[in-house]
């Protein structure tokens, strides 16, 4: 014990991830209160005054190619300066971690989710699916809500805690934060509403190119295991299929792993997208949501565990 304690607090970048992992566990921040969802809002206002959906397509592209550098570089500009001001580097990047992580709240939704669809309660899944789900949930079909939930739990687990993790390792705490802003702007201004329908195509190309790795590494780990040739087999048959690079690897590993039919057609506002269909031929239950939500989990774990590994055979070697 007093060896593994010498070993943290030696390690300053293993201290950081521990702790932040901590706080985020036993300190979570409101939803209302979190400095993401405010800046969230203050996104839609910039929005407002920016997108005009009757302007020329190019005009569109390069309205959202500003508005996401006025928001995204600002706040960079900013974490830059104060980096410079900071006295304790490691409480710095472990506060901006801290912020960026939202493992705690993927896992109750997801459990909450599980709980409702186990008892085919429609309305609680339509509920929970309102928010994180960025297109119609009030004419799903019970099996429409098992695939979307399916999908927002491995996108969550993906995106929210993966990425992040990801881009700590690569970037500090400003690199997970960055990361995170990236991905808050993609659902803020998601094409797949109409609205914001060419306006947001720059947010969400940027976040393509930033989660292409990260999700792809997390898609890998959920190779590993029962059934993992056929998530491998999975992922070189579609995962290019699908929409992004990134999750189109993660859905098709996942649907193969547990034979799940996942994808499909689906309905963004007024507007029917037929998307593709990835995994086998299994409609999504209550019982393989809840194998997600596991096997998510014990990836993670071991993703935490691996990048704990990295960072002390490098600190060790730098």
Request: aromatic share 8%.
């Amino acid at each position: 014990m007093t060896e593994a304690l010498a070993l943290l607090l030696d390690n300053s970048s293993l201290l950081v991830l521990w702790g932040a992992l901590a706080m985020h566990w036993l300190l979570p921040i409101p939803t209302q209160l979190h400095p993401l969802h405010i800046w969230q809002q203050l996104a839609i206002v910039i929005a407002d005054k920016v997108n005009k959906p009757d302007e020329p397509r190019k005009q569109q592209l390069l309205s959202g190619s500003l508005a996401w550098s006025l928001m995204w570089l600002t706040v960079m500009i900013l974490l830059v300066a104060l980096y410079q001001l900071v006295w304790i580097e490691s409480m710095f990047h472990l506060v901006l971690l801290w912020l960026a992580l939202d493992w705690r709240s993927t896992a109750k939704l997801s459990k909450q989710f599980i709980g409702a669809y186990s008892r085919e309660d429609k309305a609680t899944c339509r509920q929970l699916l309102e928010t994180p789900l960025n297109r119609e949930t009030r004419n799903l079909s019970l099996l429409g809500l098992g695939k979307a939930g399916a999908e927002t739990q491995l996108l969550a687990y993906g995106r929210l805690v993966a990425g992040v993790l990801f881009w700590y390792a690569l970037a500090g705490g400003i690199g997970a934060l960055m990361y995170r802003l990236a991905v808050s702007l993609a659902r803020v201004w998601s094409p797949s509403r109409q609205h914001f329908h060419t306006f947001g195509l720059p947010a969400v190309r940027i976040l393509a190119t930033l989660d292409i790795i990260p999700l792809r590494i997390f898609a890998l780990l959920f190779c590993l295991g029962h059934n993992g040739k056929a998530a491998l087999q999975g992922i070189i048959q579609q995962g290019e299929n699908w929409l992004l690079p990134g999750p189109g690897w993660l859905l098709a590993a996942t649907g193969h792993k547990l034979s799940l039919s996942l994808g499909g057609p689906a309905i963004y506002g007024n507007r029917k997208m037929e998307r593709p269909r990835l995994g086998g031929k299994i409609a999504p239950a209550a019982f393989h949501l809840a194998q997600i939500d596991k096997i998510a989990n014990n990836r993670l774990l071991a993703w935490v565990a691996i990048q704990s590994v990295l960072i002390v055979i490098f600190q060790g070697v730098l």
